[in-house]
DNA sequence: TTTTAGTTTAACTATTTGGTTAATATTAAC
DNA sequence: GTTAATATTAACCAAATAGTTAAACTAAAA
């Protein structure tokens, strides 16, 4: 047999879960193991630690993410076109992963050195990107800011929602959870509405 | 004698610090107690538990903050002017105390609940706020969009950078702490210049 | 100066929790 | 069906750490 594929993976669906709602210092191997339904001996026999394991899940987690984000990068697209490609995947993933930002907050505060080399190891490249929106602000086509600020302000309008969402549900929605859905589900076009309106410089008509 | 305010605020302060650095699940009371000079068992003297010493460390973060964003809602003010001093006060006051976005973070995950009876405790008011919004919609004064969605994109853009400042730094800014603190700065502008180009309709000129 | 109420400490306890071990159950090979 | 390899479990261990206790200290009141 040599390791079963249905344990392993009951294994790291639900340290995915437990991680992502605890971090990896508020996470409990026992509690881990109760959600998958089997002995705690299993994890170790498994994936020997807990740093392991939480580096596999952290893996994972990107491996989900990233290749979807990459399709959004069509080197013919204008930026305003990736940004509207990119905040819908993102958003669209995220709903379906809704662990994912907790998770990557929680390692912020607690190992951010391996986070970052993990996202370097990644295909994304954030000079090409931000080469790219020079380029489009030299050529007069958005409106002259660092494209630092840019990405800063794409990444922060598609991540908070889903990182604040008791607060958003508590305080603007009156606890309503389909208000709150919608809200998300909106934001996929929205987002993209909200960041062009403030940087395209139309073309003048010809 | 009855509580010494020296020995009390001392634990306060050393707690807000630690709790700060390392999260909830990181701090040790005992680290809380070394900082503070004093024995261990003071500091359950004066606060019980580490989760009640925990949640007054949370109140005091919103007695720093909520007093300095009310007096950016002056009622005279157009939702554009509330926007610009809003967002220069937040950025500025977390740049003061950085710790707060991840006391914050903590308590979602740990217990929303909590956190939102807090915030509705305080002076700040959502509904009116989104009232305000709302009528400048229908004046053709803003673009229209659901104002929770405008009030999600101020708060998005103004917590973010804080929150995934490891990750700004490194990927962003090939980790020039200098570079960092400027973009933060810059936000203080950057970011109401950002939303209001998107949202603001110039009245036609008379 | 003695008493008393409140403050602080050293030493201790209980619990939590990541990890191990040795025994048991299951599956596949022969 | 017996054996050998693999998978799973119950019981345990050790370290870390939140929380307690009882004694010692301090300062104000009597």
Chains 1, 2 share one sequence.
Do not use: W
């Not at 819908?88 to 907790?102: D, F, L, R, S, V």
């Not at 008791?166 to 859905?181: E, F, N, R, W």
């Amino acid at each position: 047999m040599k390791y079963n594929k249905d344990t392993s993976e009951k294994i790291l669906e639900n340290a995915f879960e437990e991680f992502g709602e605890n971090g990896y210092n508020g996470a409990r191997m026992q509690s881990i193991a109760d959600r998958a339904g089997i002995n705690k001996a299993l994890l170790h026999y498994y994936y020997r630690s807990k740093d392991a394991l939480f580096e596999i899940v952290m893996k994972k987690a990107f491996q989900i993410m990233v290749p979807k984000l990459m399709k959004t990068f069509n080197s013919d697209d204008s930026v305003c076109e990736s940004i509207e490609k990119f905040v819908e995947i993102y958003i669209e993933t995220i709903m379906k992963h809704p662990q994912i930002p907790g998770f990557v907050i929680h390692e912020i505060s607690n190992k951010p050195d391996r986070l970052v080399r993990l996202i370097k190891s990644t295909e994304i490249n954030f000079n090409l990107l931000k080469q790219k929106i020079q380029k489009e602000m030299d050529e007069g086509k958005l409106v002259q800011m660092a494209p630092e600020q840019l990405i800063v302000n794409v990444l922060a309008l598609c991540v908070f929602p889903f990182m604040a969402k008791p607060l958003v549900t508590g305080l603007l929605l009156d606890g309503d959870k389909k208000a709150y859905k919608k809200l998300i589900e909106d934001r996929k076009k929205e987002v993209a509405s909200f960041i062009i309106r403030s940087v395209k410089i139309e073309e003048p008509k010809s």
